[in-house]
């Protein structure tokens, strides 16, 4: 009653309503100014075709790992994009002008591009691989691989184990079976090791025999071993023939500098190749490079090992073949400008998915199991 008949009271009440009118609509168009900014203009993307990761599509549509992990944080953030497809420096320099809301493809993150741009954390990680010609040496590499050490070691290791059950088999029959394995130490052993030769290959002539317990004893374990040993000798062979058959001048990261080395222009491999003063000739896509691999024109190209790996097995099949192992880990992001205020909730979205069953299926379906 008191407050009712005060005159300031309906001052009071007029700016009260005053305040609610004006603050909640506020508010609301506080909460919604991001969805509905996207409804009405499409953030630009920044991408990249670099297989598997970024795949064009015949209708103008983009596919590949880096685009449905990106696609699920849009759908996720509800953000309205298009794609603008650009080079590494492009996408690099239009998330840091403004101009891409963010990039997506297969970029790696370093220390030099934090300078400019930020990155989201990590959604796969890899490392360098070096893509060699697939070429036979021909009839004289295969001769050449015949003396090799390794040839010779596994070829001595078989002479050893000959003298052993050939030694061993005459201790049981020199005595008993004197014409066969008789005679002195020397010819004796020689005898042994002729049995035990010709029991290996399964030649058996018949014209040594062991006869006594002791002996036919020695000659069945010998037998059945024979058999691993003869198997383990034939794939030696055949391993090393193969090996000097794919041979080429770089085997290994230690040959690159003395090499004729390709790589990306204005990628993360020539930065880095550049820190390890190898002098590299540098293509405008991974296509020239590898094309350059297969015309001899470079000894080796080398870039992030999926990505060289996907493309050999899809256009360069028994022409090109990427060596084994890799090199200087890659660590892949999505580009976001500097102090960018969606890094937080993009992070929390891509972090659920590259631990969902769906991520691991994805992947399996282009790399396989391996």
């Known amino acids: 009653m008191i407050v ?16 609610i009118f004006i603050a909640v609509p506020l508010n609301s168009r506080a909460a919604t100014e991001l969805n509905s900014e996207n409804d009405q203009d ?32 849009g759908t ?22 403004g101009n891409y809301f963010a990039a997506v493809s297969a970029l790696t993150i370093t220390s030099e591009r934090e300078e400019s741009v930020d990155f989201t954390h990590p959604f796969y990680v890899t490392g360098l691989g070096i893509a060699v010609p697939f ?67 399964t030649v058996g002539y018949g014209d ?25 000798f034939t794939a030696s062979i055949a391993s090393s023939l193969t090996v000097t058959q794919l041979d080429s001048r770089v085997t290994g990261p230690g040959d690159l500098p003395n090499a004729r080395v390709g790589v990306l222009v204005n990628s993360a ?7 390890e003063n190898i002098r590299v000739q ?5 296509d020239d490079g590898l094309e350059a691999v297969n015309d001899d024109e470079i000894d080796a190209f080398v870039h992030d090992a999926p990505i060289i790996g996907y493309m050999i097995q899809q256009d360069y099949r028994n022409r090109v ?18 102090n960018s205020e969606y890094r937080n909730e993009i992070n929390q979205v891509l972090l659920d998915f590259i631990n969902s069953e769906e991520w691991n299926s994805m992947l399996r379906d282009y790399f396989g199991d391996s």
């Not at 996720?76 to 002008?97: A, C, H, P, R, W």
């Not at 073949?321 to 500097?338: A, E, K, S, W």
């Open 321 to 338: 073949r990427l060596l084994p192992n890799t090199f200087n880990d890659q660590y892949y992001g999505i580009v976001l400008p500097l």
């Open 4 to 19: 009712a008949d005060n005159p300031a009271f309906p001052k009071y009440v007029f700016s009260f309503l005053l305040i």
């Open 76 to 97: 996720e953030l509800g953000l309205n994009f298009t794609y603008k497809e650009d080079d590494i420096q492009g996408m690099l320099d239009g998330v840091s002008d």
């Open 135 to 201: 070429k036979s040496t021909g009839l004289l590499g295969s001769i050449r691989s015949l003396f090799t050490p390794d040839f010779w070691w596994v070829v001595l290791l078989l002479i050893g184990l000959l003298l052993f059950w050939g030694a061993l088999v005459w201790i049981f029959e020199r005595q008993e079976n004197q014409e066969e394995f008789g005679g002195s130490a020397a010819e004796g052993i020689g005898n042994g090791f002729w049995w035990a030769a010709v029991t290996m290959t």
């Open 269 to 275: 491999t020539q930065t880095y190749m550049n820190q």
């Open 208 to 232: 040594k025999s062991p006869r006594t317990l002791g002996g036919r004893i020695v000659g069945f374990i010998w037998m059945f071993t024979a058999i691993i040993v003869i198997s383990f």
């Open 42 to 73: 499409e953030l630009i993307i920044g991408t990249r075709v670099v297989p598997p990761f970024v795949i064009a599509e015949e209708d103008g549509e983009y596919s590949g790992i880096s685009i449905h992990l990106w696609e699920h944080i």
């Open 282 to 286: 540098s293509f405008d896509s991974i």
